[in-house]
C-alpha cells in the first residue's frame, strides 16, 4: 500500500494521508479504530455504489467493531444538490449523528463533494473519510477539500473548502466501474500531464491499450503519480488564491458544456472538449504552437475521450454559461491557457468573438 503525506500550511489538523492499494478497506477500519476520529460513523454512498459495494463496506467495517450505519441517495449528477444535501442532514439527525460523529464518502465525485460539504457544515464542522471507488474521484475530486453542489444555472456554485481526515484510494473499485466512467477519470489524468508533467502524455499516449484494458500496475503508478501532482498544488495554495487554479484546466469550457448538455455528458468527457478548446485558444492567441495542440487532442483520443461538442448544443447557452463561471471576476472570464505543455498561466479574459469561433469550431 502506498502512502502520500499532505501537508497543508503547516497545521497538523489539516495534514493527512492519501493511501494507494488493492483491497485496502480493511486497513481503512484499522486506521479508524486506531486514529479514534470517531465514536461512530455514517457511510455515505449512491444508490449505485450502494448494490455493487455498500454491504461488503459496511460488513467490513462493522466486523472490525465500528459503529457504522449507512445512507443514500439516487445516483447520478442531478442529485448533487442543496436538496439531497439537506435531506441527508435530516437522516444523520434521525440515526443520532452529533459532534463526535463522522461520515465516509463511498463513491464518486458526486458523493465525495456532497459529503465533504455536509461533513463542513455538520454542527459546524466534524470529520470525514474519502473513500473514492471511481477513477476520476480516485485522482481529483477526493483530493484537496474541495466540496460543493450545484445549482440549476451553474456547477458546483455553493460549497466550501473541508480537508478529509485520510483518503483511502482501493482500486480494486475500478474492476467494477463502466467504461465510460473510467475514460472520465482519464480525462484528469491526462489534464495533469499538460498542466505540469509532460512524460504522462507520453505514458499515457504509448500505454492507451494496456490503460484502457485496465492494466493494475500501470493504473496505479498512473493514479500515485496524479495524486502526488494533485497535493503538491494543493499544498502550496489550498484555497485557490493562485496556484491552485491551473488545475481547472479544461474546467471552465467543460462546465459550461456539462451544463448546455444538461449534464448528459459526463464531467470528464466535458473536461476533454474543454481542453481541447483551451489549447486552441491559446493557439489562436500566440501562446502555443499548433503542433502542441494536435498533441494534447491526440492522446485525448488515445484514451477514448471525446474533443467535440456534441452536435445541437446551443452556442449561446454555452456563452452564457462561461459568463456564470464561479472564477471569473466581474465580466472577464478567466481561462487557464497554455504557453507550452506543462506551463500553464490564467489568462486575463478571452474575446467573445475567439469563444464563439472556438465552440463553433468545435461543433463542425
Known amino acids: 500500500m502506498k502512502k502520500i503525506r499532505v501537508n497543508l500550511d503547516r497545521k497538523s489538523a489539516n495534514a493527512h494521508e492519501i493511501f494507494i492499494g488493492r483491497g485496502i ?8 479504530a486506531k486514529n479514534n476520529w470517531a465514536s461512530r460513523y455514517v457511510l455515505v454512498t449512491d444508490s449505485r455504489v450502494a448494490e455493487l459495494h455498500g454491504d461488503r463496506v459496511l460488513a467490513t467495517l462493522r466486523g472490525m467493531n ?22 441527508l ?5 434521525a440515526l443520532g449523528a452529533d459532534r463526535k460523529s463522522a461520515l465516509i464518502a463511498l463513491g464518486g465525485g458526486v458523493v465525495g463533494d456532497l459529503t465533504g460539504l455536509m461533513a463542513s457544515l455538520f454542527m459546524r464542522g466534524i470529520p470525514y ?3 473514492p471507488t471511481t477513477l476520476l474521484a480516485q485522482v481529483d475530486s477526493a483530493i484537496g477539500g474541495k466540496t460543493g453542489v ?4 451553474a456547477k458546483n456554485m455553493l460549497g466550501t473548502f473541508h480537508q478529509p481526515r485520510g483518503v483511502f484510494i482501493d482500486l480494486a473499485f475500478l474492476d467494477t466501474l463502466p467504461e465510460r466512467e473510467f475514460a472520465n477519470g482519464l480525462a484528469e489524468i491526462v489534464k495533469y500531464g499538460v498542466i505540469e508533467d509532460p512524460e504522462l502524455l507520453d505514458l499515457l499516449a504509448n500505454g492507451a491499450a494496456a490503460i484502457r484494458g485496465r492494466d493494475g500496475a500501470l493504473l496505479e503508478r498512473l493514479v500515485a503519480r496524479s495524486c502526488r501532482i494533485k ?4 499544498e502550496l495554495d489550498e484555497t485557490e488564491k493562485g496556484l491552485r487554479r491551473i488545475l481547472n484546466f479544461g474546467h471552465t469550457m467543460g462546465h459550461a458544456v456539462e451544463a448546455a448538455t444538461d449534464y448528459g455528458m459526463a464531467h470528464g468527457e466535458a473536461v476533454a472538449v474543454g481542453m481541447v478548446a483551451a489549447a486552441r485558444i491559446s493557439v489562436a492567441l500566440d501562446h502555443l504552437s499548433a503542433g502542441e495542440g494536435e498533441r494534447i487532442e491526440a492522446v485525448l483520443r488515445a484514451v477514448g475521450l ?8 446551443n452556442a ?35 474575446p467573445e468573438a475567439l469563444l464563439m469561433k472556438t465552440i463553433e469550431d468545435l461543433q463542425s
Open 129 to 131: 473519510l474519502q473513500a
Open 306 to 313: 471525446p474533443v467535440r461538442i456534441p452536435a445541437g448544443v
Open 89 to 93: 442532514v435530516e437522516r444523520l439527525l
Open 25 to 32: 478497506i480493511d486497513r481503512m477500519g484499522l486506521l479508524m
Open 316 to 350: 449561446g447557452r454555452l456563452l452564457e454559461g462561461l459568463r456564470l463561471d464561479k472564477k471569473k471576476e466581474g465580466a472577464d472570464v478567466h481561462f487557464v491557457l497554455l504557453k507550452k505543455i506543462g506551463m500553464p498561466f490564467v489568462n486575463g479574459g478571452v
Open 150 to 153: 450545484n445549482l440549476p444555472a
Open 66 to 87: 465500528l459503529a457504522v450505519d449507512l445512507v443514500q441517495f439516487p445516483a447520478g449528477e442531478a442529485s448533487k444538490t442543496v436538496r439531497t444535501c439537506l435531506d
Open 231 to 234: 497535493k503538491g498544488i494543493v
